[in-house]
């Protein structure tokens, strides 16, 4: 049977209205009150009332085109429209008569003799708003005879996850208003008229080309199955759901798990799901594929010697294989020498164990995070700002924003969801400022146009805000009364009478930043004028050497301006991955216990002693690049790490691997063959989020229930392994289901106190703080007082990062992600999801590609200090000359081998976002190691040499054509290493005589041999 609607789904088929007033009405008879502005047919409904219609949904707004909601009014001439027509106070309507009943039954008539009447075979069958409206309206029979018709329309496959039957349509619109109105992309029309109106996405194209983001919005929109997800075609029509939570950002978005038998058929946003209203983007809705794919590791393994190959064992003796080399590796070189890594990736309760194991089991505090690398200093800042190292507000906040800055995030590719608010908020008027060194898509985008784009150069932010806040402080834009009553007015006065200097002054930051000082003054001034301004930023603000100066700078800002403690304003961190807040809030960084207070503090520790019945020790342990550097010392021998793939995702990859390879014991718990599992001696099968049950915790605090929705492949949930482990080491940690960890986690950490599973399921999600104070939990935070007191303005004295560029590397690489990949790839690139970004390309400016002899798809290799790698070049405006970007969401691309050492002051959060570089056409894989950097002089002997040794490497080239162009290109490169910056220029003008110096060059060479069979894409 199929699944019907739950009553928590119900379609109240117009938006609430939140009118001031009540109105009421009759209906049928019935005296009904709404607010202002309802519509009538969601009136009727409220009063169980069920009117026919089709084109009606409540997440959309009404559009009253398919006349099937017809109603009489008392003193109204003809049918109004129930869905378009507001209430008015002593409104009489009337739902039902034989006249209402004709003319809905003529409608559906015409609906129905242009539809394919093949109800039994059709994959929504028992799911479709057409076949239950044809028996509401009690359609018998279709009178007319087969004319023109639809039927034969072909079928749109193109896109991975959903097909379109224009045979189907019934022209509702109410996908085109969800991609609009939901969505924001606008990739669907109608295009032509009456009979002839069809849906279209683009110009008439597939929807695998069109401006699609498959989001999903309209497939959940249709009424019919016209817009279809495939699996459903596949599987059929659900059996039973259960309600859970996004595996992948930190947006947190819920889903219904439908499931046929023990498959997932679909996941539908869930419409209460309070952190995303019933929308998704690709990768919840549809790229789940991976918790099911081949790759997955189902049986633990353990080797005594990476060297080894693997070998399948039982639970327990990968257990207490992992135990006895980690008791082994403490008896042998000391307590301290074993540690753990945990993920966000990992639910509240997994990281809450692990953190627990390291400190009860192994003795000591050598645990963190993956937030190391990438929001930890949003921990260090706001904590040291505010009192809390958490966003100040909920998502729905941004509905109140007037302006919103955006500072380095990607909002639309990385928080997809939470950007589809607010560009929401944006077409309704509100103000958009972006800072950010590349044009990000939410800086232009259909009906939204950001005021101001700040394009600063990477590594620049702090100057920037020091220079805002200049403008703000010097024009008298601050707010003395908030900051009178709510903050350090020492630390204020210290902190205005620093940014008014000078050198914080837009004209000379304008040098350092590339920002002209007008639009750093006419942005501040926006900001600092709004009633509210809010603050959202990403990676771009903390994966710098100065990310945590920067979270306090934007501190001082919101401060300063009064922009903190209600809707509408505030500092909102966007958050990477599922649980980044969660991992961080449960203590899994080695200073602190969950809640964020210090491991020093005795009174503290005495609670979690008495707890854990153990003496936790009270120094901080080792940080995860102090592990690998320890490692690599010899004093760091044994590592768990649970779902982070350290090998990958942490800087330096070649460093990582050293450190990972000098260790004696390497356990890998996750649910692939990752690339840290090479260096694994014991591998753990860990479980998905479609098999556990457990917490999230996302980006604006929200914790939100995982539910376990099929049983784990490899027969243990992470959270069971963790306990395994600990009793196998000697200290059992006994649960019976993750709640009762959750209980543990509550009655620890006073933030969480009010937190349990009982009231998660009553409520759907609580934001902590969430205690006696707050018992459902705390939207907005540091509402009349800051959580540490007084707010704290801090000095946030720019320093330029270490990492600079020369003519060796002379541009700089920044880093970011894409919609539909997830950090590095190793969930949707086994999804179709991977067929949407099949490589990590590199942006180039034109200008900067055609210095080099670049052109679009060319390989290239990309060199830093640290290492080099190789990517395919676009060239793009979007990079400003002098900035290059990539994605990392593929191993091969090998992007954290070019990353530099530098880290954040604070935190040591890796400044993954400015490595300089330099770029040129790839060439013989050996060919640049052999270049002599020191020389300042070429000769045309030795460019002839050089030209001949890489002919060979380019016989690969199809064309002789071609292959010229490709060593012509090479021995531009050889020129621009060795010799002078204007040599460089010169060739780029296009100078004659070096261009023909080059071409004799290559003439000079032998002929090169040609193999067609070569693939000239991997040259
Ligand atoms: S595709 Fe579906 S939602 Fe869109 S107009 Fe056709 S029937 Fe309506
Ligand atoms: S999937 Fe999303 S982006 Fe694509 S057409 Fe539908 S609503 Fe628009
Ligand atoms: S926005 Fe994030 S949480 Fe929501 S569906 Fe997409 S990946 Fe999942
Ligand atoms: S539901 Fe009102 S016109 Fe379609």
Redesign the pocket.
Known sequence: MALMRSRADRDFLTPLRDGANTVSLEIDGRVVSVPDGTSVIRAADEAGIHVPKLCATDSLEPFGSCRLCLVEVEGQRGYPASCTTPVRAGMKVRTESPALARLRRGVMELYISDHPLDCLTCSANGNCELQDMAGAVGLREVRYQPGANHLHAEKDQSNPYFTFDPSKCIVCSRCVRACEEIQGTYALTIDGRGFSSVISPGQNEPFSTSECVSCGACVQACPTATLMEKSVIELGQAEHSVVTT?G??????SFRAEMKGDFVSRMV?NPNGQA?HGH??V???FAWGYATHPDRITHPMIRKSIDQPWREVPWHEAIDYAASELKRVQEKHGRGAVGAITSSRCTNEETFLVQKLVRAAFGNNNVDTCARVCHSPTGYGLKTAFGTSATTQDFESVMHADVIMVIGANVTEG????AAQMKRRLREGAKLIVADPRVTEIVRLPHIAASYHLQLKPGTNVALINALAHVVVTEGLTDEAFVAARCDPREFDAWKKFVSDERNSPDAVEKITGVAADKIRAAARMYASAPNAAIYYGLGVTEHSQGSTMVLGIANLAMATGNIGRPGVGVNPLRGQ?NVQGSCDMGSFPHEFSGYRHISDPIVRATFDAAWGVRVDPEPGLRIPNMFDAALEGSFKGLYVEGEDVAQSEPGGEHVANALRAMECVIVQDLFMNETAKFAHVFLPGSSFLEKNGTFTNSERRISMVRKVTAPLAGKEDWQITCDLAEALGYPMKYSHPSEIMDEIAHLTPTFSGVSYAKLDRLGSVQWPCNDHAPEGTPTMHVGEFVRGKGRFTITEYIPTDERTNSEYPLLLTTGRILSQ?NVGTQTRRTLNGAMHSEDLLEIHPNDAELRGIRDGDWLQVRARRGETRLRALLTERVQPGIVYTTFHHPESRTNDLMSEHSDWATNCPEYKVTAVQVMPHGSPAGKSEIDHESETADIDHLVMMANDIGAYFAAYPTHEEAVGGIENHLRNFWELRMRREIIDYVARGGDELKSIVREAVLALPSVPIDESEDVGEG
């Open positions: 996004c992948y950002c930190g947006v947190g978005c946003p995303n998704s983007c990768k919840g809705r928080h997809p969801v939470f599922n997830y």
